[in-house]
């Protein structure tokens, strides 16, 4: 069974930054574009980047400039590098495939606030 384990939160001044890391488990990693995705309190859960196997890359508009997906195909690990944070950016955020299609991991928060 895939697992999805993401870290990397916490609590960050706006304009500051944080990497976020998600290691997946299983084979599934080297042959899906994989997607980070955020749900901040009573709201929905959002697709935030996504990246596919080749490394194309693309960005919910709320963050484009500001945050840059990766992946190490060494480590079955996605990134998000997260710059010139806002409060707005404050969530819960998690790692899937593009069409969310494994089970939720835990999250990892990520508060921004002065």
């Known amino acids: 069974q895939v697992q999805l384990v993401e870290s990397g939160g916490g609590l960050v001044q706006p304009g500051g930054s944080l990497r976020l890391s998600c290691a997946v488990s299983?084979?599934?990693?080297?042959?899906?574009?994989m997607g980070w995705y955020r749900q901040a309190p009573g709201k929905p859960r959002e697709w935030v980047a996504l990246i596919t196997s080749g490394g194309l890359m693309n960005y919910a508009d709320s963050v484009k400039g500001r945050f840059t997906i990766s992946r190490d195909y060494a480590k079955n690990t996605v990134y998000l590098q997260m710059n010139s944070l806002k409060p707005e950016d404050t969530a819960a955020y998690y790692c899937?495939?593009?069409?969310?299609?494994?089970?939720w991991g835990q999250g990892t928060q990520v508060t921004v606030s002065s």
């Open positions: 899937n495939t593009a069409g969310s299609s494994l089970a």
């Open positions: 299983g084979s599934i990693f080297s042959r899906n574009a």
